[in-house]
T-cell receptor, first 115, second 112 residues
Framework: DTGVSQDPRHKITKRGQNVTFRCDPISEHNRLYWYRQTLGQGPEFLTYFQNEAQLEKSRLLSDRFSAERPKGSFSTLEIQRTEQGDSAMYLC?????????????FGSGTRLTVV | DQQVKQNSPSLSVQEGRISILNCDYTNSMFDYFLWYKKYPAEGPTFLISISSIKDKNEDGRFTVFLNKSAKHLSLHIVPSQPGDSAVYFCAAKGGRDDKIIFGKGTRLHILP
């Protein structure tokens, strides 16, 4: 197992375009989380899944954002009509939900730049 | 509203000395606290954690102290090593809420 994989690592897009990111979690982890990190901030929670069910969405996740986890395996995060304020590092983590770390393993992130 | 606060954006410590990173929280429902370390171009990695029923947890060079009455925790690294230079995030989890809330981070520089 190679850990949590995120693709692409970097994405540059023009304002108004749609982008989609993919996250492949650790195979035995049933929980998957998306976070966003901007400069000078810590990771901010966006949404999480238990298997294929999306259990919580942050108010940061506007209508332009949608996340899916079909079949409880990989997940995608789509941003429609991107804005410059969407520029950030998008982090995915997966978890078994057990201490001491609650199993959080983060991927290396997808850095989005909206120009 | 910042529920987890790290008020020092950066800290510089001489190699071999003790590094102390501080964190305050506001939510009394938090029952589990964690520290993560992040290098550039990588995701955060788990370092050490502490349950709210304890006041100290130690793992090698890393010790986390929790003061519940003050809603304060700290991470001690001793002795500090060059590889400890990174951004450290304090984080917390509350009860049945499954998500982890992060502070803004403190950048630690270990000086030779």
């Amino acid at each position: 197992d190679t850990g949590v994989s995120q693709d692409p690592r970097h994405k540059i897009t023009k304002r108004g375009q749609n982008v989609t990111f993919r996250c492949d979690p650790i195979s035995e982890h049933n929980r998957l989380y998306w976070y966003r990190q901007t400069l000078g901030q810590g990771p901010e929670f966006l949404t999480y899944f238990q298997n294929e069910a999306q259990l919580e969405k942050s108010r940061l996740l506007s209508d332009r954002f949608s996340a899916e986890r079909p079949k409880g395996s990989f997940s995608t995060l789509e941003i429609q009509r991107t804005e410059q304020g969407d520029s950030a590092m998008y982090l995915c983590a997966s978890s078994e939900g057990q201490p001491p770390n609650y199993g959080y393993t983060f991927g290396s992130g997808t850095r989005l730049t909206v120009v | 509203d910042q529920q987890v606060k790290q008020n020092s954006p950066s800290l510089s410590v001489q190699e071999g000395r003790i590094s102390i990173l501080n964190c305050d929280y506001t939510n009394s429902m938090f029952d589990y606290f964690l520290w993560y370390k992040k290098y550039p171009a990588e995701g955060p990695t788990f370092l050490i954690s502490i349950s709210s029923i304890k006041d100290k947890n130690e793992d090698g060079r890393f010790t986390v102290f929790l003061n519940k009455s003050a809603k304060h925790l700290s991470l001690h690294i001793v002795p500090s090593q060059p590889g400890d230079s990174a951004v450290y995030f304090c984080a917390a989890k509350g009860g049945r809420d499954d998500k982890i809330i992060f502070g803004k981070g403190t950048r630690l520089h270990i000086l030779p």
